[in-house]
């Protein structure tokens, strides 16, 4: 991983490169974003370049500290993450893996570098003992802390470490790399990077997830025949989905960005988005479900801007209604039925 092969973040890299040119790097840094954001290629591109034998304005990929940061098999570049199961980094985690092996002199590169991933999940106890780390660490040692939340951290290790927060990536950067990356089409591409919302690893885990493509289609279906659905039919929707919903709650894939009705929420807000988008516009360069242009014209036909309106508010109040775990067949129900009341 080097700094070449991340999508934006232009702030974040060149604070970085002038850190290792300039020798004038910090010993303490948290790198703060949401999954998906890039976080861990950011960390190995830093750490990679500081091990470089021969660094220019990034790793040079050639020298044999290279190839080990690169094939995550540098002795210097220690990860440290939660124990499997577990679901804090312990403080024993932290002593074994750090606080106690600081002190031994890198084995063969300039720098001991430490990465901990999801460092918001250390404990206070934990916190307190990487911090002396922190406070003292000797000449050749870096800690990168990587995590979603870095509000969660003492207040004493905030105001020790640089703070790099990840920045959400512009759309059309995003549909270049699954273009040209995961030769991805491209009415999907723009589908999906606006989907991600910036996110890179979300985008790219759409693109590689079938599922996503089956609950998609399964939104389309619904948005177009719900004005004409009978109550019957309303019944069984709300039970395939409420079906759908509990498998997917019982297996719960970490490496998942959202849980399926998150899905699809944000596709049927998207879908929504569209036709009130053409209504406004009857422009269909700006549609992102390419692929069903004449439904979204005939909706966009068939609904007033009021009732457009009111399917918009129907999803936010769907969504509190789940949050706040109100019946999930009586709140996918009133949903439906305010898409019905509003399309024909
Ligand atoms: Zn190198």
Redesign the pocket.
Known sequence: MSFADIIGQEEAKNLLRSAVTTGNHSHAYIFSGEKGSGKMMLAEAFAAMLQ????TDD?????H??KQSLSRNNPDIIYVTREEGKANISVDVVREKIVNDVDIKPYSNKYKIYIVDEAERMNQQAQNAILKTIEEPPEYAIIILLTANHNAFLQTILSRCVLIQMKSVDTESIVRILRTKYETVDYQANMVASFAQGNVGKAIALVTDSNFNDVKNRVIALCKKAGKMEELQIADEVKSIKEENDADKKNDNPEKFEGFMDQMLDLITLWFKDVLLYKATSDDNLLLFKEDIFDIHEQANDCSYYGLNEIVKAISETRARLNANVNFELTIMLLINAIKENTR
């Open positions: 470089c034998e021969n660094p790793a040079c990929g050639q020298c500290c290279c």
